[in-house]
């Protein structure tokens, strides 16, 4: 409430006329507040500013008897000027992937609604949120059923992007049409996109292509040379979005989808640099920065824009398991007229006593001057070129000749060095495949892993039809070298077997397998030695003792077969053995020999629940082994390794 009285005087409080009071009532107050006395009235009369209505009859007109009436002017108003809708969106906003947005269709000229698909940065942005290119698929757009359909916006920059509040899906149709979605019908999109792929700059200033020149545009050029969203066009195609990594892979995806290449049928073809390479040519590449890998062509994967072919290829190295692609948008700039940098299909050397490579650069500069003469080839069957090769501080006239044959081309060549006229004969050679080593190959390091005993030694197929491994699951991932079987029996098998069945212990023989390091092998095939001295390596979840698998397969796809390398290349050795083999635990750790040891003796029958002074022996719960049966695991205890363990052979794979 406003304050009736205050002590010091104000434009809206006067003094109370009771002196005593000393008080400043408010200008409306009849009464003071404080001490009740009564205000004294103003005898001021206020000034009427209005006349009698009397007064102002006689001013008014005659009436006419016959009044004509008289038309009223119609108010003409001026035409709204419709707003122009313009690209005015936040040029620094950043939109997620999904997020739901306006978006400014150049070649409506207004707004519309979309979601973004995905999103592109340039390699040489200066500003990583305003330089973002979108790819946006917009709503409203219907085939001819009626049905939602797929339409993409691409190179859309900040500036035509906005954040919509509004929810729903916007479908024409539905419950959530609106005023502010374009609705279209596609077989009218299509339309355009096959047909000008430009528009009037005065109505649309803004760049906008159809697929069919988008598909020009996208060059290595512009994925590196256009910093600025603004310097990108628009461009639409119904099937695909650009892709967000802008990877070869991706690209040659994206073009092939784009409604101009379905509709004109047009062919994938390999580029000109790449037409020499056929599926198993044997080459050398120079990204890779190492010429000594050789590599082979496992597949040709053309292009509608030949610009994004590229060349799938491995190592032809069986010790290295790298695979890569060569595309030719790879560009390298100290070979602009090589494109991607170029490769080698000959080892070129000179002759200097024996044949010597040249170096990278030196030899890919021959190279290019091999392919420029095939390819400028007349109807001669010889054809010549000469040229200057600055290389090992030095500077070369190299002189070359190809002769060609029906389906070939044999080279001969010779370099002069200019400062002292000394000549050398060059040699081309096409790269051959390496040769596939075998278990012979390993046979001095293996013998020394093994030791000296009475063994015969079978490479791959020898080793397949022996009777020992029928049946044996051999690993997919790696290639069986070959085997070592041993001819005489480390343990009498069929000895120990007997002595079980006197007892009635029910017991089978198994061949099972054994992954260990290779240096392991000399001490577990010492007679002194053997599978008794090991040590626990791998834990003992199911028992102390030697645990053996169903087949090498297991071994190594659960990592039991450690590699060992041998002279550059890794090896990985399995030992196979007869055990003889009892009941197989289901549950898992065996309590009862779980610290089995072959020094202290160790009960191989469970205890009674109620402690008796006498046993009585019963051959069917006697546990010979232990392990589990739902992984195939077979485990021997170190109180029986010397006696129920005989093995047979060792398996080796690269």
């Given amino acids: 409430m406003a304050q009736k009285w205050k002590l010091v005087p104000t434009s809206r409080h006067k003094q109370c006329p009771n002196t005593m009071c000393e008080v400043y009532i408010g200008n409306g107050c009849r009464k003071c507040p404080k001490c009740g006395t009564e205000q004294p009235k103003s005898l001021k009369k206020r000034k009427r500013t209005t006349q009698a209505v009397e007064n102002l009859v006689p001013l008014l007109p005659p009436k006419h008897p016959n009044p004509t009436p008289v ?35 150049p070649r409506m000229g207004r707004w519309t609604w979309g979601v973004i698909a995905s999103k592109f940065t340039p390699k040489k942005a200066p500003d990583a949120n305003a330089s973002i290119i979108y790819s946006v698929r917009l709503r409203g757009i219907v085939d001819q059923f009626g049905d939602d359909t797929v339409w993409y916006l691409n190179g859309i920059p900040t500036t035509h992007l906005k954040k919509r509040k ?40 803004w760049p906008q292509l159809n697929p069919a020149a988008a598909l020009q545009f996208i060059t290595e050029s512009n994925l590196n040379d256009l910093p600025y969203s603004a310097d990108w066009p628009i461009w639409e195609n119904g099937n695909a979005y650009f892709p967000s990594c802008v990877c070869t892979n991706c690209l040659a995806t994206w073009i092939s989808k784009l409604s101009v290449v379905s509709s004109t049928n047009k062919k994938p073809l390999m580029h000109d640099d790449l037409k020499d390479l056929q599926v198993g040519s044997l080459l050398k590449w120079q990204r890779l920065n190492d010429y000594g890998r050789l590599l082979e062509v496992t597949e040709l994967r053309p292009c509608v824009n030949p610009f994004f072919s590229q060349v799938a290829m491995r190592t032809v190295d069986e010790n290295s398991k790298w695979s890569g692609k060569m595309f030719w948008r790879l560009a390298d700039s100290k070979y602009p007229d090589g494109g991607f940098g170029g490769y080698l299909l000959h080892d070129i050397c000179f002759i200097d006593g024996t044949a010597r490579s040249y170096y990278n650069e030196a030899a890919l500069k021959i190279y290019h001057e091999m392919v420029k003469l095939v390819r400028t080839r007349t109807t001669e069957w010889e054809a010549t070129s000469s040229f200057k090769l600055n290389t090992n501080n030095f500077v070369y006239d190299i002189d070359l000749k190809a002769t060609y044959g029906q389906s070939t081309v044999s080279w001969t060549g010779e370099q002069t060095n200019t400062e002292t006229n000394v000549k050398r004969t060059m040699s081309f050679q096409p790269f051959t495949r390496p040769k596939i080593k075998q278990l012979k190959d390993f046979k001095a390091s293996i013998m020394k892993s093994i030791g000296n005993h009475d063994f015969t030694w079978m490479d791959s197929e020898e080793a397949l039809n022996e009777p020992l491994l029928n049946g044996c699951k051999h690993p997919p991932n790696r290639r069986f070298l070959g085997m070592v079987r041993f001819n005489q029996p480390f343990v009498n098998i069929q000895k120990r077997s007997s002595e079980y069945s006197k007892f009635n212990v029910p017991h089978d023989i198994k061949n099972v397998y054994h992954g260990t390091y290779a240096r392991n092998l000399f001490p577990i095939l010492h007679p002194m030695g053997g599978f008794a001295m090991a040590r626990e390596s791998n834990g003992k979840a199911y028992g102390q003792g030697v645990y053996f698998a169903n087949s090498p397969e297991w071994v190594v796809d659960q990592g039991y077969a450690p590699g060992t390398n041998f002279e550059g290349s890794t090896l990985k050795c399995i030992i196979g053995a007869q055990i003889i083999t009892s009941k197989t635990l289901v549950s898992g750790t065996d309590t009862m020999h779980r610290n089995a040891s072959v020094r202290e003796a160790t009960s191989s029958i469970r205890s009674p629940s109620n402690t008796s002074s006498s046993t009585q022996f019963n051959g069917k719960q006697f546990e010979v082994t232990g392990g589990n049966s739902s992984r195939s695991i077979h485990v021997v205890w170190y109180d029986r390794c010397k006696t129920d363990i005989n093995i047979t052979h060792v398996l080796w794979y690269k």
């Fill in 71 to 105: 038309a009223k002017k119609k108010k003409t108003r001026t035409p709204r000027k419709k707003k122009v809708e313009t690209p005015d969106g936040d040029p620094t906003h950043y939109y997620y992937g999904g997020a739901k947005v306006k978006v400014f269709w």
């Fill in 166 to 205: 509004a929810v729903g899906t916007g479908i024409k149709g539905s419950s959530s049409e609106r005023k502010d979605v374009v609705y279209m019908n596609i077989d009218d999109l299509d339309k355009w996109s096959n047909g000008d792929m430009s528009l009037n700059t005065q109505n649309y200033p």
